[in-house]
């Protein structure tokens, strides 16, 4: 059985919320009453998001390789972030990477494949939805990915930074992330929504919104995460 490596603190809800989700799926599986072997490195989400908010992706990816090096070193198998954000650098700490890492972006368009969605839009910090990293993986697999209009991702990220981050959930909020859901089935004719930021399914925990199916990624990349565990 392999030892898996978390990066957390990014943020720190939804990082418990995987250890949650990866020992309860675990022990779904294993009904021996025993636990699986996990590290968590929780790193520091205000210096992360700064250097992305200047642009400086290369200070991002060393300090990404530096803790997943940490977790290596400390006898963790594989590792994986616990966000969507960080993905933005994903390919470039992997290929620096001594242990490989489980991709959230990867397992969630397995699942979305494996639903037989086409067509699915994605929610996320301004980083997450404007970013490339989505993209090129759903365009490979033949998927179509929409993006929400310019003030659309402004109010998510505003938001999400603002209040989901600081484990905030306002019903308020929540009406207003299901509307624009309903505005996008209206415009786009999306079948499902990608909750492309771990905090998301804190505040959209159905897993339908009038016939959209919403994807939590949070537990579909810690579903991956157990397999892999078990592997």
Not at 84 to 102: G, K
Request: hydrophobic residues 40%; negative net charge.
């Amino acid at each position: 059985m392999k030892i898996a490596g978390i990066i957390g603190g990014i943020g720190p809800e939804s990082t418990i919320e995987y250890y949650r989700n990866i020992i309860a799926n675990y022990r779904g599986l294993k009904p021996d009453n025993s636990y699986p072997a996990i590290l968590v490195n929780s790193v520091n989400l205000t210096q992360l998001i700064a250097w992305m908010n200047e642009g400086a992706l290369e200070k991002v990816i060393a300090y990404l390789v530096l803790e997943v090096e940490r977790l290596a070193k400390a006898g963790a198998d594989f590792g994986a972030f616990a966000s969507n954000t960080p993905h933005i650098v994903f390919a470039e700490v992997q290929r620096q990477s001594r242990i490989p890492l489980i991709s959230i972006v990867e397992a969630t368009c397995e699942r979305v494949q494996a639903l037989g969605l086409k067509k699915v839009a994605l929610f996320g910090t301004r980083f997450t939805m404007q970013g490339r990293f989505y993209p090129e993986v759903f365009s490979r697999a033949g998927l179509t990915l929409v993006v929400p209009e310019p003030e659309e991702q402004n109010y998510i990220h505003d938001k999400y930074m603002g209040e989901l981050l600081n484990n905030i959930f306002l019903p308020d909020t929540r009406q207003a992330l299901l509307a624009i859901v309903d505005e996008l089935r209206t415009r786009n004719g999306i079948e499902g929504l990608i909750l492309g930021g771990t905090e998301l399914p804190l505040i959209l925990r159905d897993d339908e919104h009038n016939g959209v199916r919403l994807l939590d990624t949070t537990r579909i990349h810690c579903d991956r995460i157990v397999r892999e565990i078990l592997s």
